[in-house]
Nanobody, 123 residues
Framework: QVQLVESGGGLVQAGGSLRLSCAAS????????MGWFRQAPGKDREFVAA????????YHADSVKGRFTLTRDKVKKTVYLQMNSLKPEDTAVYYC????????????????WGQGTQVTVSS
């Protein structure tokens, strides 16, 4: 089992920045990819970004490309989602996820999930 704990959410004005963190613990040796998804009220959970744990290569959704950056710290077993130029439409609960396979944009492919952290962007 892998446990994921997110932090860093909050309230920010449009154009501002936040950094989300996700710390992994437990049986992390089998983890190959970690990602972030988000879910706004009344909407489906959508892919934001994912990173290959070994190579640190990452993939970002078009909606956040150029504004969000996903990185990882292998020693701390933590991934960071730096979010800049935030927009009101970025408002959602952000979830960290991990899987034993390669990067995927499909939420169904991730075995482990964090509890989520709220990000609210005011206009």
């Amino acid at each position: 089992q892998v446990q994921l704990v997110e932090s860093g959410g909050g309230l920010v004005q449009a154009g501002g920045s936040l950094r989300l963190s996700c710390a992994a613990s437990g049986s992390t040796f089998s983890t190959q990819a970690m990602g972030w998804f988000r879910q706004a009220p009344g909407k489906d959970r959508e892919f934001v970004a994912a990173i290959n744990w070994s190579t640190s290569s990452s993939y970002h959704a078009d909606s956040v490309k150029g504004r969000f950056t996903l990185t990882r710290d292998k020693v701390k077993k933590t991934v960071y989602l730096q979010m800049n130029s935030l927009k009101p439409e970025d408002t959602a609960v952000y979830y960290c996820a991990a899987r034993t396979g390669v990067i995927s944009i499909r939420k169904e492919m991730y075995e482990f999930w964090g509890q989520g952290t709220q990000v609210t962007v005011s206009s």
